[in-house]
């Protein structure tokens, strides 16, 4: 079954906006684990614009010992800086079960594209192998049709996260077909490469479960954006909640 890895950066957005310590980051990521969610994702960066590393390790703390894992996203190539102690450095201290490692620099609002492995990849393989000698699993974020998806095993990682912008943009526009076909076609790639197979971005409740019927073989997904903002009118346990129901709707 699909699991659910919730992303609670927007709360640090808003807890940050104001400065102190409200609304809490973590005491919001014990209610997604309280109405069951499967594991919790942050995504800290240099610039610090919203989780910060001592938020990486609070969230280290509470999710030790537990089945639920820890997602830790993040730029491995992003130097350390005041605060920042880089990402491999911070995956060290906090042990993540996953890492997933993004091309994104500070110039970028969010995420908006996977990686280039003809560029990157041969500087990808020794932080990949530092990462998973500390017993993280890693996944690399991947566009849609990527030429590279094959190379991502090459390079040593375990899994992709398919960049689902582009499917997310197409289905509110009301023609996702092609889009979804592409992000069918890159999940059947990666499993032939052994690969196992993440999604995110832009996911909500209203496109997940289409999302889902069409990829197959989807391990987990990761919802911040959408599901804080739905939160903001349902409550962050019942919106949980109903994002597990769609994907137990679609695995019935």
């Known amino acids: 079954m699909t699991v659910l890895s919730v992303n609670v950066n927007k709360i640090a957005v808003l807890r940050n906006s104001r400065g ?17 969610c499967g594991g919790i994702t942050v995504h800290p960066r240099p610039d610090q614009r919203h989780i910060r590393p001592d938020d990486v390790r609070a ?9 639920a894992e820890f997602n830790i996203e993040g730029n491995p190539f992003a ?39 003809r560029q990157d990849g041969e500087r990808l393989k020794p932080l990949i192998r530092e990462l998973k000698a500390l017993g993280c699993r890693v996944s690399l974020f991947m566009d849609a049709d990527s030429p590279d998806i094959e190379r991502v095993a090459d390079v040593g990682a375990d899994r ?20 979804l076909e592409a992000c069918a076609r890159t999940a059947e790639r990666a499993r032939a490469a052994g690969l196992g197979v993440n999604a995110g971005h832009d996911l909500s409740q209203a496109n997940l479960g289409p ?40 695995r019935a």
């Open 211 to 250: 999302f889902l019927r069409g990829v197959a073989g989807i391990d987990e997904v990761s919802i911040g954006h959408a599901l804080i903002g739905e939160a903001l009118y349902d409550g962050l346990v019942p919106t949980v909640r109903n994002y597990l129901a769609v994907i137990a709707a679609v």
């Open 59 to 67: 969230l280290a703390a509470l999710l030790r010992g537990r089945t």
């Open 20 to 36: 102190g310590a409200l609304p809490s980051v973590a005491q919001a990521a014990q209610a997604c684990l309280d109405a069951g």
């Open 160 to 179: 992709i996260e398919i960049y689902t912008g582009p499917f997310a943009e197409a289905f509110d526009a009301g023609d996702a077909g092609r889009a």
């Open 79 to 117: 130097p350390a800086r005041d605060g920042y102690p880089g990402f491999v450095a911070l995956c060290a201290e906090a042990r993540p079960a996953q890492a997933t490692l993004v091309p994104d620099g500070d110039g970028q609002i969010t995420s908006d594209h996977g990686f280039d492995l």
